[in-house]
């Protein structure tokens, strides 16, 4: 217990003697910082040591200078209509020139010192956070309200930091917040914190989420980090790292669950500032600093561990900031709260965006949310330009912090040039319900005041906006009323910003994962490129690449960094369900148009019937770059602990082929059946069915690619115009191949699915599929529930068909009988 006499018990509390309970007494930040410390730091968890000035102490400083009845002369004036800045102004001043009780003030000087003698420090270098006693409840975020003092060193300084924090309870932010939610100006109290400094301005710090902030899947830690002091993070003044960590595998020992590393810019930070000047600056990075991740892979499971326990003791998801001492190299965790945003929204209903149309793209960045918005322009510098600011336009800044929000809330959509998704931006646009495209970089230049567009953040993990007002359909899904099917219905993801998006759905796992997608926008280099660099002759592909791999000893393992991350965040959006990933199936041209691709790729005619799928994992032109394919299903299968990884190989015209795909994959630590791995092989080629029973010996699965198997079984160019007519998945010839397919993967004891389109847009195809007995079909996300329903209609269909065929069989002997 801390040593303090009875009068100064009043108004301080030292955080080890604090619980959530005393959230009335010191409000809920330092309510929150006792109860880490008192039931977390035994654990081993880091937390900074510090004191709390009661709200009692507030309550004796209102009755100094007769200060609460001056108060609420000023609000009475604002109720009559005065301008929330002027009543703020004044009510400010009233704090500042009104001097502490002189119980207080010695109570704050003791306090100070014996933090000193704690940390062996004469005048320890301290935050003063403001906690309001509303603040940080489930029903009331008044995050960010009040002010935080940095960087305060002597008691003289942290008296003055303390009248400020005081102060802050009446920023004109804090006023109209107020009123806004009905909370009585007076009725609030202030407690302020006052913690030991971790030197992060000599390393880095940033913020942690227990759940992604963005569709509020549970099963991820989401890290932001960057140089400098957190202060920069949670303003969104730069743009951060962002980790993503998935939770039920971070307890085994022999997994590094790191689904996603994505380098934010980092252009600058927070550090101290020089003694008698400012107690913060804002620097710039250095190049170095600009190009390396602020954690290393241990640093982010070791907080991730930290963020799951915290949120195991509070038993609920939560909003964690985090210190890393540059002297010492040690994380410390200086503030945790229970997320107010996604822990809050329904789950019985899922509310989907879809564009209609496309316009011409005028910036992009981190999507918030997945909304669609869609109004005039308006670029403002300054939130005191609100008189500018007409209701439903969407909101152009650099970045955002609690100033802003008067004019948030009226906001159609808020695109920034700076911040992260844990951002203040990204913070309160989630809480608005307000579609957000945080981190253009450029979009105070690249919009114009009054000018028309659609801002999109319903295509994945990045956020467009398109210049002019687009078509585009929200709607509600119950996933209440979705039925039950003994036929799977699975899910085509391309995109791996997009899977936790659709994570709340109940399908059976994912039946098409394109490899080449992630490698298209994820990756965006040949993989030959990267192996080969010193043969490249085209400098601005020389020239991309290395700006793309900075940071990479190797510039593969970019390439298998990349990869491995974007297929681990869809395996984690599923897991444990089977998520199937096809190998890269890229046509010569498509390929080409990689980066540095075009000197590795030959001409072709006709790509669709070339060098694609199969015949390159094996061939010497492709073998190296197949050999990192490999390496990063390895590394997600592995290392992240996601075995519920499926391989699938497309487009294998032959046996012998079959068996040199899956000897190259031995080769490279991928043997069929080792570590239970599967590996299925598209079903898209003539060949395929008619020796199906035989790729049934060398295959785990069939997934039927029902594009290509029309093309090569009637001749049709799938891409034709001209014989559109022609190409049609229900002509007999394909239905008896399905049917040849399935009977012979059934006697060999295989699964065969489908994946595509067709069965949610003609019911009568879902119901062939059914009753041909296919185990799994798989569509695009927004048409799950219009095939989950195909199939349960053909099911009950075939049901009552059975049904009816029993009974006529049976009716003869029971006439006999």
Known sequence: MSRQAGGEARVIRWFQDLSSADTPLVGGKNASLGELTRHLTPHGIRVPDGFACTARAYADLLHTGDLRSRIAERLDALRAGEDVSRVGAAIRRMFLDTPLPGHLDGALREAYRELGRRLGRAEPDVAVRSSATAEDLPEASFAGQQETYLNVSGEAALLEACRRCYASLFTDRAISYREDHGFGHLDVALSLGVQQMVRSDRAGAGVAFTLDTDSGFPHVVLINAAWGLGESVVSGTVDPDEYQVFKPLLDRADAAPVISRAPGAKERKVVYGRPGGEPTVTVETSREERARYVLDEAEILHLARWAVAIEEHYGCPMDIEWAKDGDTGDLHIVQARPETVQSRKATATLKSYRLKEHGRPLTTGLAVGDAIAAGEVCNLRDAAEIGRFRDGAVLVTAATDPDWEPIMKRAAAIVTDHGGRTSHAAIVSRELGVAAVVGTGNATGALRDGQPVTVSCAEGEEGTVYQGVLDFEARDIDLERVPDTRTHVM??????????????????????????????????VHPMALLRFGELRDEAARARIAELTRGYDDPAEYFVERLA?????????????????????????????????????????????????????????????????????????????????????????????????????????????????????????????ILAGQFAERFDGFSIGSNDLTQLTLGVDRDSAELASLFDERDPALTESIGQLIAAAHRAGRPVGLCGQRPSDDADFAGLLVRSGIDSISVAPDSFLTVKANVAAAEREAGAREAAEREAAERPVRRAA
């Open 491 to 524: 899910l085509n993801i391309a995109n791996p910003a997009a899977a936790f998006r659709w994570w709340r759905l109940p399908a059976d796992g994912i039946g098409l994962a394109r490899m080449e997608f992630i490698v298209n926008n994820h990756v965006r």
């Open 565 to 689: 991350h974007g297929i681990g965040r869809i395996a984690a959006a599923w897991w444990p369900k089977p998520v199937v990933v096809r190998m890269s199936d890229f046509k010569t041209n498509e390929y080409a148009r990689l980066i540095g691709g075009e000197g590795f790729e030959p001409a072709e005619e006709n790509p669709m019937l070339g060098w694609r799928g199969a015949s390159r994992y094996h061939s010497s032109g492709y073998r190296e770059g197949f050999a990192l394919e490999c390496r990063a299903i390895r590394r997600v299968r592995d290392r992240m602990g996601l075995t519920n990884v499926i391989v699938m190989i497309p487009f294998c015209r032959t046996l012998p082929e079959a068996d040199r795909v899956l000897a190259t994959m031995a080769e490279q630590g991928l043997a069929r059946g080792d570590g239970g791995l599967r590996v299925y092989v598209m079903a898209e080629i003539p060949s395929n069915i």
